[in-house]
T-cell receptor, first 113, second 109 residues
Framework: EPEVTQTPSHQVTQMGQEVILRCVPI?????FYWYRQILGQKVEFLVS????????KSEIFDDQFSVERPDGSNFTLKIRSTKLEDSAMYFC???????????FGDGTRLSIL | AQRVTQPEKLLSVFKGAPVELKCNYS??????LFWYVQYSRQRLQLLLR??SRESIKGFTADLNKGETSFHLKKPFAQEEDSAMYYC???????????FGGGTRLMVKP
């Protein structure tokens, strides 16, 4: 069964550094998402992406965050200048169409020092 | 604003006992509700969605609009059901999922 894949599984970064989290959505899916889960808290929506542009974003997704689909397979989340509070598990998801279920990757654990 | 509440962080039952994981939501429109499951060291997986009205792995969930609930039930719990269970809501205006805090189900032998 096709899966969403995320790399790396764990990223450790110094505060203030830029970090890029990578995702390969399921190949025939058109909608892509990022969520995050701070330790002990809820899974929170960050952004959704369709047709090469952001379709929806939350208040969390401020100017420090950006998303990109640099080629036909990858979907990336960039945090420009990381803060301690960015430490979390980041999940990528994709869905075939807008009202179809979202399939999640294993997540990337981001640790900011 | 939409909100999903799972009042129990931990639910512990014996094998063969009935299970009910509670989920309440607040949303003024017509939501779509989901249950996701996360087994140990695995990814979030869709368990079921209310519009499908199906039973997966013996679990069922009925959307009760009057009580704004979407409780997950199984008549006889199995040890392999032990996992984190997340209730989630999608509104009819967009595509974002709003998650509850999750309930850890432990099924003891």
């Amino acid at each position: 069964e096709p899966e969403v894949t995320q790399t790396p599984s764990h990223q450790v970064t110094q505060m203030g550094q830029e970090v890029i989290l990578r995702c390969v959505p399921i190949s025939n899916h058109l909608y892509f998402y990022w969520y995050r889960q701070i330790l002990g808290q809820k899974v929170e929506f960050l952004v959704s992406f369709y047709n090469n542009e952001i379709s929806e974003k939350s208040e969390i997704f401020d100017d420090q965050f950006s998303v990109e689909r640099p080629d036909g397979s990858n979907f990336t989340l960039k945090i420009r200048s990381t803060k301690l509070e960015d430490s979390a598990m980041y999940f990528c998801a994709s869905s075939a169409f807008m009202n179809q279920p979202q399939h999640f990757g294993d997540g990337t654990r981001l640790s900011i020092l | 604003a939409q909100r999903v509440t799972q009042p129990e962080k931990l639910l512990s039952v014996f094998k063969g006992a009935p299970v009910e994981l509670k989920c309440n939501y607040s949303y003024s429109g017509s939501p779509e509700l989901f249950w996701y499951v996360q087994y140990s060291r695995q990814r979030l997986q869709l368990l079921l969605r209310h519009i499908s009205r199906e039973s997966i792995k013996g679990f069922t969930a009925d959307l009760n609009k009057g009580e704004t609930s979407f409780h997950l039930k199984k008549p006889f719990a199995q040890e392999e059901d032990s996992a984190m269970y997340y209730c989630a809501l999608r509104n009819n205006a967009g595509n974002m999922l709003t998650f509850g805090g999750g309930t850890r189900l432990m099924v003891k032998p």
